[in-house]
Structure formats: C-alpha cells, structure tokens
Nanobody, 120 residues
Framework: QVQLVESGGGLVQPGGSLRLSCAAF????????MSWVRQAPGRGLEWVSD????????YFADSVKGRFSISRDNAKNTLYLQMNSLKPEDTAVYYC?????????????WGQGTQVTVSS
C-alpha cells in the first residue's frame, strides 16, 4: 500500500527558504517519477514540480521556476523540495504525489501534506 509522509513545512518570512521531505513506503520508490503538488487556501490542487525515476530530469511550474529545486534519494526512499525566495503566494499545503506532471492525478496517491505559510 502506497504511503507518502511529508514533513518540513512551517512559517517563514518572504524571501526565506524551506526544505520539504517526503518519505515513501509500500512501493518501489525508484521505479516511479514523483511530483510535488500544492493547494492554496480556497483553490484546487496545483502541480509544482516533478522528477524522473533516477533524478536526472526535473520540471517546474512557471510560478516556481528558478526558486524551487526538486531532488530524490532512492536509497532512502525520500523526495525533497528545496524552496528559496519564498513569496506569500507560495502559501499552501504541499503534497508529494506518485507520478509526473501528466499522471499524478491518475495515480491518485499523495500524502497528508505539510503546511507552508509565507508571511511577515
């Protein structure tokens, strides 16, 4: 059974940084592309970034390009999202999800999320 556990969220001032982690259980992590998605207050789920199985290819939504980076450690079954130069509009619950930007909704597997609040 797929289980994804996000951590690392918190309150940060505009311009600050956070690193999110996602621990994966119950499936062969290294054989799946993975995504980060987010849900801002009152809005639907939005894809943020994805990474292929071996970490060699990454993609980002235009809204975070140049500020966020994604990585993975297949030996530790863990996905990461480094978020720099955070803006108030980045405030959301962040989820890691199975699949890339084209398939994550089809897989329908994401964790409980971690709250990121960007505010002064």
């Amino acid at each position: 059974q797929v289980q994804l556990v996000e951590s690392g969220g918190g309150l940060v001032q505009p311009g600050g940084s956070l690193r999110l982690s996602c621990a994966a259980f119950g499936f062969t992590f290294s054989t799946y592309a993975m995504s980060w998605v987010r849900q801002a207050p009152g809005r639907g789920l939005e894809w943020v970034s994805d990474i292929n199985r071996n970490g060699g290819s990454t993609y980002f939504a235009d809204s975070v390009k140049g500020r966020f980076s994604i990585s993975r450690d297949n030996a530790k079954n863990t996905l990461y999202l480094q978020m720099n130069s955070l803006k108030p509009e980045d405030t959301a619950v962040y989820y890691c999800a199975l699949g890339d930007r084209r398939r994550w909704r089809d897989f329908g597997s994401w964790g409980q999320g971690t709250q990121v609040t960007v505010s002064s």
